[in-house]
């Protein structure tokens, strides 16, 4: 490893040691990185040098009106709060800052002052408790947070259980003791903490989809390197688009989709705190938007709004963090004119590896290996599977995991290989195609199912918002097929209702895939980040 800039060594000394890291693999010119940078300093000093300085950077809702920040602006914010960090909280480099707050740009500015000053950002999702916010916290040992206003009551009941974290500083604030406030008088200069490629930038924790978080270390190179892949061979976008999108920027699908990816093309971006389907639409048509990210429930939810109101200036659509059911791509499809660009990311490979443009889908998969990256599809004992044949994923390309002193390390990573934890099939033309995360395929009389292929026939049904899918223990089957339904208002449950989805199941793939169970519910158990929830499910 390059010599590190970190004075603060925690990160490097926890990283796990080198024998459990993945295979990194450099083999495109555009992801091969000098052994020092700084990926803040690449993002935005770097484009305002090139020439952007004027362009907006940022956009934002202020009075109901949309007000831009241009790069040149942004930079100045960055600077002044990195000189705050280092003048005036006693940052280090190498120390861990808590980072909290909803899509803002302020929030965006922390983040980048953050880095520029040689911390390590560990960001955190607005709804997170205490309790949450504690176990972060104290695995990270972060000595300083930095916090939007109005979410301070969560942080501050955590605070007596962090015994590192010293020093809590609200932003969003008119505050004497605000960041705000440690900002008025600073010069908008600052010199960039020379950090090493393979110094830790961010710890992403895991979005809880399994109940137990586990904090992703990533390089600046990684950063870099999340923005050279997907983007540049997949989404394709330039100076002239705007992004926005509901994903957060704690959650490292929104760190690229709405702050890194724009700022690396040299785009804007807009950032609105809180969105549903309806005022997403509405954001997009106000804002001009041209790029979209949001979860596969949102493009569903939308798909009838747009069909009424337009979609404005829109180009092109990201959905990820939870599989892309086929009916919902058609559904958005027909609404819109525009085919979905489905990607497969996880947090700890920092962004999407797989996906294709919309000139390449093939229906009903996620898409191809995108060009850095390498993917098979192996067996338990990690042995290659032919096309066709259903297995676990393993990727690797120029970034993997390495999570933060956790003994999970050795299963996710094995012979070199990332191993997502998901189960798929691979074609002879190299399309991928999402069956189940490996612990949620259920076995039922024998046959393999899964359950998201299960949800997406149900899905298809008028009556049907949303829907689970999970296997439920059963003494003859050992397990049986338990769908879990959100209906669409003007349905209501009964065993007619439940007969008439069982056999419309039927019909759509193989009989004995049906469920046997049907539950309806108000709402599904979902993060922050809009996955499904179903350990959740299981303990009901």
């Avoid at 959905?319 to 525009?338: C, F, H, M, V, Y």
Wanted: glycine letters at 8%; aromatic letters at 6%; proline letters at 8%.
């Amino acid at each position: 490893m390059t010599p590190s800039a970190h004075i603060d060594t925690f990160a490097r000394n926890n990283l796990p040691p080198r024998s459990e890291w993945p295979e990194l693999v450099f083999d495109r010119p555009e992801l091969r990185y000098p052994p020092r940078l700084n990926c803040a300093a690449e993002l935005l000093d770097r484009m305002v040098a090139s020439g952007h300085g004027d362009r907006p950077a940022l956009w934002a809702p202020v009075s109901g009106r949309p007000l831009h920040c241009t790069y040149r602006q942004l930079l100045a914010r960055a600077n002044r709060i990195a000189r705050a960090l280092r003048e005036d909280l006693g940052l280090v480099p190498g120390n861990r800052v808590l980072l909290r707050g909803p899509n803002n740009p302020m929030m965006a500015a922390c983040w980048l002052g953050i880095v520029k000053a040689g911390g390590i950002a560990v960001a955190t999702m607005p709804l997170l408790r205490a309790k949450e916010l504690t176990q972060i916290a104290v695995k990270a040992r972060c000595s300083l947070a930095l916090c939007d206003a109005r979410l301070l009551d969560e942080l501050e009941q955590a605070r007596p259980d962090c015994p590192d974290l010293k020093r809590i500083v609200a932003f969003n604030s008119d505050g004497s003791a605000s960041l705000e406030a440690r900002l008025a008088g600073k010069p908008d200069t600052f010199d960039n903490v020379d950090t090493a490629a393979d110094d830790v930038a961010l710890i992403a924790f895991t979005s809880g989809t399994t109940g137990q978080p586990k904090g992703t270390m990533h390089f600046h190179r990684d950063v870099l390197a999340m923005c050279d892949a997907f983007p540049r061979s997949v989404l394709k976008p330039g100076p002239d688009d705007i992004f926005c999108g509901t994903p957060p920027l704690a959650f490292t699908f929104g760190l690229g989709g709405m702050l890194c990816f724009p700022l690396r093309a040299g785009a804007s971006t807009v950032l609105v705190e809180r969105l549903m389907p309806d005022t997403l639409l509405q954001t997009i048509r106000d804002f001009k938007a041209t790029i979209c990210f949001t979860a596969p429930t949102f493009w569903r939810q939308m798909a009838p709004l747009a069909a009424q109101g337009g979609i404005g200036r829109l180009k092109k659509c990201v959905s990820a963090g939870e599989a892309l059911p086929d009916a919902t791509r058609q559904l958005w499809k027909q609404a819109s004119g525009i085919e979905i660009i489905d990607g497969i990311g996880a947090t700890e490979m920092i962004h999407i590896f797989i996906s294709s443009p919309p000139g390449k889908v093939r229906r009903g998969a996620v898409g191809q290996v995108v060009p850095g990256y390498r993917a098979r599809i192996v067996d338990e004992n990690g042995k290659p599977l032919p096309p066709g044949s259903v297995g676990r994923l393993a990727v690797k390309g120029p970034t993997g995991c390495r999570y933060l002193a956790d003994p999970r390390q050795s299963q996710y990573v094995q012979d070199g290989w990332n191993l997502t934890g998901d189960a798929f099939s691979m074609d002879a033309d190299g399309y991928f195609t999402y069956q189940a995360r490996t612990d949620d395929m259920i076995v039922s009389a024998g046959y393999n199912i899964a359950g998201p292929e299960v949800e997406s026939a149900l899905l298809a049904h008028p009556a049907v918002a949303e829907c689970g899918v999970i296997g439920v223990p059963d003494e003859e089957r050992g397990q049986i097929v338990k769908a879990v339904v959100v209906l669409r208002d003007g349905h209501k449950p009964g065993e007619a209702l439940v007969r008439e989805l069982q056999d419309f199941v039927k019909q759509a793939i193989a009989p004995y895939k049906y469920p046997r169970a049907v539950e309806f519910v108000e709402a599904l158990p979902r993060t922050e980040t809009g996955k499904l929830q179903r350990f959740r499910l299981r303990q009901t």
